[in-house]
């Protein structure tokens, strides 16, 4: 059965960079990849979204390999801020529905 | 530019009864989705609208339904309210003209509790 899957944790420390990856292994050929960031009690908010090899913003990297089951969001040099959960966002083949992942959740310490 | 608005932010209600919610888009944007999240299930797609239609849906019973008006704003409805369906609902906007590469903004939710 395709999923969206991501890892459900991840801790680092203020000042490093963090890689979050997505597996996205049934997406639609011709769908893009959107991240999300969640901070309690807010609705998700949008940071990066890519189609494939890399896409760069003023917050974050997005690297999308050739055959696009996967996608890593890279976050350089993480602040106290940067903790909430991060959602990839995608379609599966054959479908219109949008289908998140389960979000991974980031906790960044001082 | 104002974001997304919705309301009521905090409802309870009881098993059996029905509730609506509300959601503004961003002024100029004519897709409305609806998710539901849960900490068991995540967030799931409902449904969205875009210009008065409901133009994709997701697997939700009947029970779950929506609506949307002239100026974009959108109502969803639940029926026959069940302890599952304690959830936050969040609406997202977008322009609704570029397909799967628009950005969806979300708005802050509807934190529903049934009783």
């Known amino acids: 059965l395709a999923k969206t899957t991501q890892p459900i944790s991840m801790d680092s420390y203020e000042g490093q960079e963090v890689n979050i990856t997505c597996s996205h292994n049934?997406?639609?050929?011709?769908?893009?990849i959107t991240w999300y960031q969640q901070f309690p009690s807010q609705g998700p908010r949008f940071i990066i979204q890519?189609?494939?090899t890399k896409v760069t913003n003023e917050v974050a990297s997005l690297f999308i390999p050739a055959d696009r089951k996967s996608s890593t969001l890279s976050l350089p040099r993480v602040s106290l801020s940067d903790t909430a959960v991060y959602y990839c966002?995608?379609?599966?083949?054959?479908?219109?529905?949008?289908?998140f992942g389960r979000g991974t959740s980031l906790i960044v310490h001082p | 530019k104002a974001g997304v608005t919705q309301t009521p932010r905090y409802l309870i209600k009881t098993r059996g009864q029905q509730v609506t919610l509300s959601c503004s888009p961003i002024?100029?944007?004519?897709?409305v989705s609806w998710y539901q999240q849960t900490p068991g299930q995540g967030l799931q797609f409902l449904f969205e609208?875009?210009?008065?239609?409901?133009?994709n849906k997701g697997n939700f019973p009947g029970r779950f339904s929506g609506r949307q008006f002239s100026n974009s704003r959108s109502e969803m409805n639940v029926s026959t309210l069940e302890l599952g369906d304690s959830a936050l609902y969040l609406c997202?906007?977008?322009?609704?003209?570029?397909?799967?590469?628009?950005?969806?903004?979300f708005g802050p939710g509807t934190r529903l509790l049934v009783l």
């Open positions: 997202a906007s977008s322009p609704g003209l570029a397909g799967n590469q628009e950005t969806q903004y």
């Open positions: 049934n997406i639609a050929t011709n769908d893009y």
């Open positions: 890519g189609y494939k």
């Open positions: 966002l995608s379609r599966k083949g054959g479908s219109y529905i949008p289908t």
């Open positions: 002024s100029g944007h004519r897709s």
């Open positions: 609208y875009f210009s008065e239609t409901q133009r």
